[in-house]
């Protein structure tokens, strides 16, 4: 399996700054996906990070608020834009190489929006 | 559309114990299941999968689970279990165009 990093591992911001999230992949990855936690909650998927294209977003998300590159096949970002207090979560990326769906997780990262 | 079910939110069980917990999924092929664990603060961490074969799948830890295909079910289970393993559990099913379902997880607390 892979080994994934995610930085920072934690952060409080203040209402109407962005930032950006990184996750970084210790081999190449075909598939790489960003998800919400948010508190007490189940995993919701926010857009798949594809090399060399755009990335495909889910419903309910949208490039402007969640702006995604993927620069190559062990590195992608996340920014959280215009942040708001409903924001507060945790942020985790994952990969899979591996048509069966198979995905490794990062630590996440603990996002608080005061 | 794919979906997943896990019908108990919370279960407490003392330590030494056995545990089981349920995962019902809906999918309209034959589909590939995961466990994921996720310990207080910490990331995901893959329990064990089973894409096709023997029905009764281990994994880490001392888990394993039973795919049931007549009752849509992918239970996991473990004969006893420690303080350790007091964390989140995530049923997942997959892939639809690469992509998991997760479900709402269960919350499993062990007392001494």
């Known amino acids: 399996s892979a080994v994934i990093s995610q930085k920072p591992s934690r952060d409080i911001c203040q209402r109407g700054t962005s930032l950006t999230i990184q996750c970084q992949v210790d081999?190449?990855?075909?598939?790489m996906f960003w998800y919400r936690q948010q508190p007490g909650q189940s995993l919701t998927l926010i857009a798949t990070a594809n090399q060399g294209s755009e990335a495909t977003y889910e419903s309910g998300f949208v490039i402007d608020k969640f702006p995604i590159s993927r620069p190559n096949l062990t590195f992608s970002t996340l920014t959280v834009s215009n942040m708001s207090p409903e924001d507060s979560s945790i942020y985790l990326c994952s990969v899979s190489s591996s048509g069966r769906g198979e995905q490794y997780f990062g630590p996440g990262t603990r996002l608080t929006v005061t | 559309a794919q979906s997943v079910t896990q019908p108990d939110i919370h279960i407490t069980v003392s330590e030494g114990a056995s545990l089981e917990l349920r995962c019902n999924y809906s999918?309209?092929?034959?589909?590939?299941l995961f466990w994921y664990v996720q310990s207080p603060g910490q990331g995901l961490q893959l329990l064990l999968k089973?894409?096709?074969?023997?029905?009764l799948v281990q994994g880490i830890k001392g888990f394993e689970a039973e795919f049931k295909r007549s009752q849509s079910s992918f239970n996991l289970r473990k004969p006893s279990v420690h303080w350790s393993d007091a964390a989140e559990y995530f049923c997942?099913?997959?892939?639809?165009?690469?992509?998991?379902?997760f479900g709402a997880g269960t919350t499993v607390t062990v007392r001494a």
């Open positions: 997942a099913v997959g892939p639809n165009d690469y992509k998991l379902s």
């Open positions: 081999s190449q990855v075909t598939m």
């Open positions: 999918y309209g092929a034959t589909p590939y």
């Open positions: 089973y894409f096709s074969g023997d029905t």
